[in-house]
């Protein structure tokens, strides 16, 4: 314990981490995998030091995708975020994680949202035209967390088609985004003090995470295409209901997996879905694959790295299966083996050194050490 550089007191309240969730109506590819792997590791290696965690992942079913989706495969929107809901669920029991504390859906939320949305208003960070609209220039630092200029935010909000309008009867200023909107005459909608509708996409994932965490919390997680626009606001609109600074102390962004050479997409047609590579290699190997790359980097998903990973994972199958059979005495993990594990993984997370560290474990035949490693990196995730 005293080589972990991370500070921690068991005694102090639980750490509190919040992960963006699923948009559930594509879920279940490797991108997925790999942040929720990563703030999988994360979990259990604080719990593994003795620091309780308070882990919230929301699942945002009241989203444009998904209801675009819905339309599109003529399918209700309820019974398609219920689906891909279970197979996001399945996917990650199968990858071994430690399942987070609450999934709050956005659905099961909607008082709380239109109550702070309200709260916002009525303080002045918000106003009404055709939506509920949130006040951007009320925000000192819009755009400091995403490091952008306004010219570089204005144009990732066209490329993802969120930039809207600007005019007496909309939007203020285009980086202005709304809070309460109309719905469309598919969508649900629900009543509410501006008009019976639907809540904006940041202000559901402000509230969640202040309702299940508290106003301010330790960390914030999520894949990095998140950090602008959606994180940007909510770090914005939390700060101004709260009027407490920083909303989070600390951000975790994960890095895009590509596929031959592209972001992964439904869109582009390349997705490679979880279940396709758990036809190919046991539970544990996909996990193991995934964690070996740096959790804040782009990387590219090929197959013969997975069976790298599987060979790997058949080793150590191996390896303790003879231990377990051969029933040696029991002694402690090798300390200079966990210093370097645990060292690793405190310096910012670092997954690639702390599976090498592992794979200098199944080297020095240290069974205990291979054993508490692995229930780290791949938590319950089958060895075959
Ligand atoms: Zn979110």
């Given at each position: 314990?005293?080589?972990?550089?991370?500070?921690?007191d068991p005694?102090?309240k639980p750490?509190?981490?919040?992960?963006?969730?699923?948009?559930?109506?594509?879920?279940?590819?490797?991108?997925?995998?790999?942040?929720?792997?990563?703030?999988?590791?994360?979990?259990r290696?604080?719990?593994?030091?003795?620091?309780?965690?308070?882990?919230?992942?929301?699942?945002?079913?009241?989203?444009?995708?998904?209801?675009?989706?819905?339309?599109?495969?003529?399918?209700?929107?309820?019974?398609?975020?219920?689906?891909?809901?279970?197979?996001?669920?399945r996917?990650?029991?199968?990858?071994?994680?430690?399942?987070?504390?609450?999934?709050?859906?956005?659905?099961?939320?909607?008082?709380?949202?239109?109550?702070?949305?309200s709260?916002?208003?009525?303080?002045?960070?918000?106003?009404?035209?055709?939506?509920?609209?949130?006040?951007?220039s009320?925000?000192?630092?819009?755009?400091?967390l995403?490091?952008?200029?306004?010219?570089?935010?204005?144009?990732?909000?066209?490329?993802?088609?969120l930039?809207?309008?600007?005019?007496?009867?909309?939007?203020?200023?285009?980086?202005?985004?709304?809070?309460w909107?109309?719905?469309?005459r598919?969508?649900?909608?629900w009543?509410?003090?501006?008009?019976?509708?639907?809540?904006?996409?940041?202000?559901?994932?402000?509230?969640?995470?202040?309702?299940?965490?508290?106003?301010?919390?330790?960390?914030?997680?999520?894949?990095?295409?998140?950090?602008?626009?959606?994180?940007?606001?909510?770090?914005?609109?939390?700060?101004?209901?709260?009027?407490?600074?920083?909303f989070?102390?600390?951000?975790?962004?994960?890095?895009?997996?590509?596929y031959?050479?592209?972001?992964?997409?439904?869109?582009?047609?390349?997705?490679?879905?979880?279940?396709?590579?758990l036809?190919?290699?046991?539970?544990?190997?996909?996990?193991?694959?995934?964690?070996?790359?740096?959790?804040?980097?782009?990387?590219?998903?090929?197959?013969q790295?997975?069976?790298?990973?599987?060979?790997?994972?058949e080793?150590?199958?191996?390896?303790?299966?003879?231990?377990?059979?051969?029933?040696?005495?029991?002694?402690?993990?090798?300390?200079?083996?966990?210093?370097?594990?645990?060292?690793?993984?405190?310096?910012?997370?670092?997954?690639?050194?702390?599976?090498?560290?592992?794979?200098?474990?199944?080297?020095?035949?240290?069974?205990?050490?291979?054993?508490?490693?692995?229930?780290?990196?791949?938590?319950?995730?089958?060895?075959?």
């Amino acid at each position: 314990m005293t080589e972990r550089k991370v500070r921690f007191d068991p005694a102090r309240k639980p750490l509190t981490l919040y992960v963006c969730g699923v948009t559930p109506y594509d879920s279940g590819h490797m991108g997925h995998a790999f942040t929720f792997s990563v703030f999988d590791v994360l979990v259990r290696f604080l719990e593994a030091g003795g620091q309780r965690v308070k882990y919230v992942q929301n699942v945002t079913d009241i989203d444009d995708p998904l209801f675009e989706r819905a339309r599109r495969d003529e399918i209700g929107w309820r019974e398609l975020a219920e689906r891909e809901t279970q197979v996001h669920i399945r996917d990650m029991t199968v990858l071994g994680w430690r399942p987070p504390d609450a999934m709050p859906r956005v659905s099961d939320e909607i008082k709380r949202i239109v109550s702070a949305s309200s709260k916002l208003h009525s303080s002045g960070y918000a106003y009404r035209t055709d939506a509920l609209y949130f006040d951007v220039s009320k925000y000192r630092g819009y755009g400091r967390l995403s490091h952008r200029t306004r010219r570089s935010m204005l144009r990732k909000l066209r490329d993802e088609g969120l930039l809207g309008k600007v005019g007496p009867t909309a939007k203020r200023d285009a980086l202005d985004f709304p809070l309460w909107r109309p719905s469309a005459r598919d969508e649900p909608a629900w009543p509410s003090k501006f008009g019976e509708g639907r809540p904006g996409w940041h202000i559901e994932c402000s509230v969640m995470a202040m309702h299940y965490l508290g106003e301010q919390i330790d960390i914030h997680g999520g894949g990095r295409d998140l950090q602008f626009s959606h994180h940007e606001s909510e770090r914005a609109q939390s700060e101004s209901l709260s009027g407490k600074k920083p909303f989070a102390r600390a951000w975790m962004h994960t890095g895009m997996v590509r596929y031959q050479g592209r972001k992964m997409s439904k869109s582009l047609g390349n997705l490679v879905k979880v279940s396709q590579a758990l036809q190919r290699a046991p539970a544990a190997a996909v996990r193991l694959y995934l964690v070996s790359h740096r959790y804040g980097r782009d990387w590219d998903f090929d197959w013969q790295g997975l069976a790298r990973s599987a060979r790997l994972v058949e080793r150590m199958r191996k390896f303790l299966a003879d231990d377990t059979r051969a029933g040696t005495r029991k002694t402690p993990p090798g300390p200079a083996l966990m210093a370097e594990f645990n060292a690793a993984l405190a310096d910012d997370l670092d997954t690639p050194r702390a599976v090498r560290a592992l794979r200098a474990a199944l080297r020095q035949r240290d069974a205990a050490a291979l054993r508490a490693m692995k229930e780290i990196l791949v938590g319950s995730a089958a060895l075959s």
